[in-house]
């Protein structure tokens, strides 16, 4: 039978026992999934490692797990993919950050495009949302999630941090060459995807991508909607062959 996973932000390390005290953790385990004394759970601390406990004593709003065995995660990313992310309606955007969680990105830029509506999101509500989405899917570790910010200022960012290190840039445009795995470089190189909102990107904004030298793609003539976009231009990112 599979086991329950949970996400703590405690590091484990070499620990043979953990007490658990977050009270959303807590309440999962005893009133949700109701499991009891000696029973097993898998928890994880966004290392990459899983840990396999068995539960051995309930005190006062704790939990004692004794760590029985550590295991290299199912699905640890090996790239590190920065999605900016223009904001949609509520409902989609938080769709777009648990399939982006799935698919392994790094980050999560939630961005302000001349065409957005929506100019403000729940944060907490987003980390939620990304911790549930790599307990579910089996992920080791967990995506940050970043504050809003506006076009301009998050390519000021990505330039300064291009001067620490080399990061490969792409945005996708419906108006634009056909993408090649040769644009999206070697499989290590840290990735900067750009996925515009309802509408697309303004001709201003694909004029400041191209005065950024920001590889503009496609990936096919027909118009996707924003969360359709994100999801099989991720797909090609980390699975592509």
Not at 216 to 233: H, K, N, P, W
Request: with cysteine; aromatic share 8%.
């Amino acid at each position: 039978m599979r086991l329950h996973r949970f996400y703590i932000s405690e590091i484990i390390g070499t620990k043979t026992e953990i007490i658990l005290s977050d009270s959303n953790v807590v309440h999962q385990i005893r009133k949700v999934f109701r499991l009891k004394k000696g029973d097993l759970l898998i928890i994880f601390d966004g290392s990459g490692s899983d840990y396999t406990c068995g539960i051995e004593d309930f005190r006062d709003e704790n939990i004692v797990l004794g760590v029985r065995e550590a295991s290299k995660s199912r699905f640890v990313p090996e790239r590190e993919v920065y999605l900016y992310a223009a904001l949609v309606k509520k409902d989609t955007f938080e769709w777009i950050v648990e399939k982006a969680t799935e698919l392994g990105v790094t980050k999560i830029i939630p961005i302000i495009a001349e065409r957005t509506e929506k100019k403000a999101v729940n944060e907490d509500r987003l980390k939620k949302i990304v911790i549930e989405a790599s307990e579910q899917s089996g992920r080791g570790t967990v995506p940050e999630i970043e504050p809003i910010i506006g076009l301009k200022e998050a390519l000021i960012e990505l330039k300064e941090k291009n001067e620490d290190e080399s990061i490969k840039s792409i945005v996708f445009h419906t108006d634009a060459e056909l993408l090649y795995k040769s644009d999206l470089g070697n499989d290590v190189e840290p990735l900067a995807v750009f996925i515009g909102p309802e509408g697309g990107w303004s001709a201003v904004e694909v004029d400041l991508f191209r005065n950024n030298d920001i590889s503009i793609r496609s990936i096919g003539t027909q118009v996707l909607r924003a969360e359709t976009a994100v999801v099989a231009t991720l797909s090609l990112v980390m699975f592509g062959k």
